[in-house]
Each structure stands twice: as structure tokens, then as C-alpha cells.
């Protein structure tokens, strides 16, 4: 669809990979498999380390910091977001407008219009009469996602918002139930916090959220017990289980914390910021604090402007500037998490491995056990053998990089490929098989050379 302000950042994000390495110049993932040892020698001289943003109490409006941190916190993944393919709408409603217009004017640095075109867009359009959005006067973070997401169209909420899929059965009876709903935040209750989680009085959301979406036949928590009535009017009295999976792919996704400052267990972040789905990974791309009936957040930016990484906003600090804090969020205080903003991964990877380079390392161990991979210098040769052992298609002119990319891609059925191939040559071992598993073992040292590929 032709929308002018879609226009803006179609070009930009079209043929531009987001995060790229500040050394190479490659996409992060990318660099990461293979490190460069190239450095831009005025890559840090000449990038900032602040940049300016929405003022608390610009235009003599008080009590703007929700408008302010929810504008900073979703500009620049929405941003870098931005192509022909994600927006590709049959038209848009005017909160998906307004939205569009607080986010073109804060690239144009008019700070303030881009706050009041939103927060007059809430106060003057809405009819959620839970929420209202007086000019001066406070509201949550989360009414704003939830207004906004009620007020679009099915399109455009398929595109913001996650939809989830729960699926519900008895084990006795065969009863069965499914719920779809559509989250403007998805909340974490205190309940969905199983003692497994917990480690030193703190949890990790992200973890936590990665079970809740990709739970397979768990006892329901809210009613484990079936009652349905038989013919005889007696109670199934069976367990009740359910399956969860998030059933599209929006290009962002709210995590909303039960947030209680006085609880002895709360959030904390590990260094992996990034969420595992079945069909999709996602990026942390801010968090959002709440504390004392104040707003504020930390983002990652990727901008040839500034340095990349993490920036600590605040409405009422610096005059609005942001500061750079780091390659990783400080969370200073991780009670005052409440929000958490994802982004759609550059590279769509189903695995749970620790890194890359590991998943990297399995495909060609059990390739190798196959006699899959016949040399370990033919790199290439070697990954085209896997992809078409496993009928995966692919162009003819791909580099030896496109090719690793991949196999990180279709990660999941390589793996289940290579481990069934694995099953059947043991069962039908031959003291031929037998010596030759042997040579094999005895050739493992060489794997470690993949450490490098």
C-alpha cells in the first residue's frame, strides 16, 4: 500500500540490513559465526553518544512522560521495521495515521507536535471507556498500547500485535477447547512464575515467556479438573492440559510485567536478550520502567548518527536526552521493570542453542557421522551436501555466508534429517559400519577446525 509516510522508511530498511557489525560493516548475526578483525578507525570518533528526544512538560503540558516514553520506546523498532512487505495494508485507520504522524514528525526532530499528535489522537478519538487520556494529566503505558490496538484493523493488529492460540483438552474424555485472543500487552501473572524459574529471588521474563508460548500439554493452572457431564450426569473429573503457540508473526511484541516492588521475587534480564519462538526469534528492543507514578526506558539504537547499542531515556533528565549506556541495558533496578518491547529478528533462526556458532558445530558433527561432509577444508562443498541431503532448496550462485545463514534457518528439520539417518545406520550396523564409526571416532579431533568456519 502507498502511504506517505510509509514512504519515508521504505528505502531505508529495504535493502539495508539493521544491525550491522560497526567493524565489517556485515549483519551482526553474520559476524558474529565468523568475527571480523577489521576496525573503522573513526567509527567511534565520529558517532554519538546522545541524541535529543521529548521534553517533560513541553508546551507548558505536564505529566507527558507516558506519551514521551511510549513514543521513545516504540519509534525505533517500528522504524527499523518498516518495508513494503510489513506494511503492506489495504488502508489505514486513523489511530494506525495518527500513530504513523507522532513517529514521522519525531524523525523530523519536532519533538513536541510528534507527542500531541498522538496523545490528541487518544484524547479526542477513543471510545475505550476505561481509559481516557486527559491533556496534562497522567495515564498507563499500557492503556495506550490497548486503545491503539483495539482502535486498528485486523491487518494492521496482525502486524503489531501478537495473536496467541490456546488449546485445551481432557485426557480423559477428549473434551476439547480453543481459545485465540489478541494481545495489545501480554501480561506475565505472578502465577505463570514456576519455582523452576527462580534463581536468587529473580526470574527471567523472557524465559518465562518463552514457556508460556510454546507450552505443550501442561496442566492448566486456572482449572486442571474436566466437568463435563457424562450421560449418567456424573463429572468427567479427568485433567484438563493445554498447548500454546503464537499463531502470527507481528513485527513487535509487549511483554507487560506483574509488577510489585514489595514482592521478595522479582524480574531480572540474563544476557541473552532475545526471545526463541517456534516459527520466529525475537530481539529486546526497550524496556520500560515505571516507578513512583513516572515513566522512563532504556532502547537499543541502531543509527549511522549515534553508537550502537543501548540508550537510557528519560523525559525529565538531560532536557530529554538520551544517553548511551552500553552493548547491554543497565536495568539498575529491575523492580521497576514493566514493560518489554521485542522486535522481529534480522534472521528468522528456530533454535535454542546457546549461539550460532554452536548450532553451527552440531549440523557438522552429525553430518559428519553421516558421511555427509567428506572434507574439512571444501567448507561449502560441505554445507551444499547437507542442504541437499536434507532436499532443501536454495540458488545455485549462493555464497558459502548465504549458505550458513541456511542452515541456521532450517536448522530444526536438518537436525531431525540427520539424527533419523543417524537411528538407522546404527540398527543396521555391519562390522564394516563398526570399523568405519570407529576411523570415524578416531577423526573427531579434526571437527574442531569448524570452530573458525
Known amino acids: 500500500m502507498e502511504h506517505s509516510h510509509f514512504n519515508l522508511f521504505w528505502n531505508r530498511n529495504e ?19 565468523h ?18 528526544s521529548y521534553t517533560y512538560g513541553s508546551g507548558q503540558i505536564l505529566n507527558s512522560c507516558y506519551i514521551d516514553t511510549f513514543l521513545e520506546a516504540i519509534y525505533h523498532p517500528f522504524t527499523r521495521q518498516i518495508t513494503p512487505a510489513t506494511t503492506n495494508f489495504n488502508k489505514t485507520t486513523s489511530a494506525m495515521d495518527a500513530l ?14 510528534s507527542k500531541m499528535a498522538l496523545w490528541s489522537y487518544l484524547h479526542n478519538n477513543t471510545t475505550n471507556d476505561q481509559a481516557t487520556f486527559p491533556l496534562g494529566q497522567m495515564a498507563a503505558i499500557s492503556n495506550v498500547f490497548s486503545v491503539l490496538c483495539k482502535e486498528m484493523s485486523e491487518q494492521e493488529k496482525n502486524s503489531l500485535f501478537m495473536t496467541e492460540s490456546v488449546a485445551y483438552k481432557c485426557t480423559k474424555c477428549n473434551h476439547k477447547r480453543v481459545s485465540v485472543n489478541t494481545f495489545s500487552t501480554y501480561f506475565i501473572h505472578s502465577s505463570n512464575i514456576h519455582m523452576t524459574n527462580i534463581r536468587n529471588s529473580t526470574y527471567d521474563p523472557i524465559r518465562v515467556i518463552e514457556k508460556l508460548l510454546m507450552q505443550q500439554d501442561v496442566l492448566c493452572s486456572q482449572r486442571s479438573v474436566c466437568l463435563q457431564s457424562k450421560e449418567d450426569i456424573s463429572v468427567c473429573g479427568g485433567k484438563r492440559v493445554q498447548s ?13 510485567l506483574d509488577k510489585d516492588e514489595g514482592r521478595p521475587v522479582q524480574p531480572g534480564l540474563s544476557r541473552k ?4 519462538l517456534v516459527r520466529q526469534k525475537y530481539d529486546l528492543a526497550a524496556i520500560i520502567y515505571h ?16 553508537k550502537e547499542g543501548w540508550y537510557l531515556y528519560n523525559d525529565m533528565w538531560n ?7 552500553g552493548k547491554q541495558p543497565q536495568v539498575k533496578t529491575p523492580s521497576h521493570m514493566y514493560i518489554l518491547v521485542f522486535e522481529k529478528s534480522q534472521v528468522n533462526i528456530t533454535s535454542a542453542s546457546k549461539d550460532h556458532a554452536e548450532s553451527i558445530r552440531i549440523l557438522m558433527s552429525l553430518a559428519f557421522q553421516n558421511s555427509i561432509t567428506p572434507d574439512t577444508r571444501q567448507v561449502k562443498q560441505n554445507y551444499l551436501n547437507i542442504l541437499n541431503s536434507s ?3 536454495f540458488k545455485e550462485a549462493t555464497t558459502c555466508k548465504e549458505l550458513k545463514a541456511i542452515l541456521l534457518e532450517n536448522e530444526q528439520s536438518i537436525l531431525s534429517e540427520l539424527k533419523t539417518s543417524t537411528k538407522t545406520e546404527s540398527k543396521e550396523q555391519t562390522p564394516a559400519s563398526i570399523k568405519r564409526e570407529i576411523e570415524h571416532s578416531d577423526d573427531i579431533v579434526s571437527l574442531k577446525k569448524f570452530k573458525h568456519l
Open 15 to 33: 535493502c539495508t540490513p539493521k544491525r550491522k557489525c560497526n567493524g565489517c560493516g556485515k549483519l551482526q548475526v553474520m559476524c558474529k559465526l
Open 35 to 52: 568475527p571480523c578483525d577489521k576496525k573503522l578507525p573513526r567509527a567511534t570518533i565520529n558517532s554519538m553518544d546522545a541524541f535529543q
Open 100 to 113: 504513523l504522524e507522532s513517529i514521522v514528525t519525531r524523525q523530523q526532530g519536532k519533538f513536541h507536535s
Open 244 to 256: 500454546s503457540s503464537l499463531i502470527n508473526d507481528p513485527l513487535l511484541i509487549a511483554i507487560e
Open 273 to 276: 536478550l532475545n526471545l526463541n
Open 291 to 306: 516507578h513512583n507514578f513516572h515513566f522512563w526506558c532504556e532502547v537499543f539504537v541502531h543509527d549511522k548518527r549515534y
Open 319 to 325: 532536557n530529554g536526552k538520551a544517553e548511551f549506556v
Open 391 to 393: 532436499a532443501i532448496s
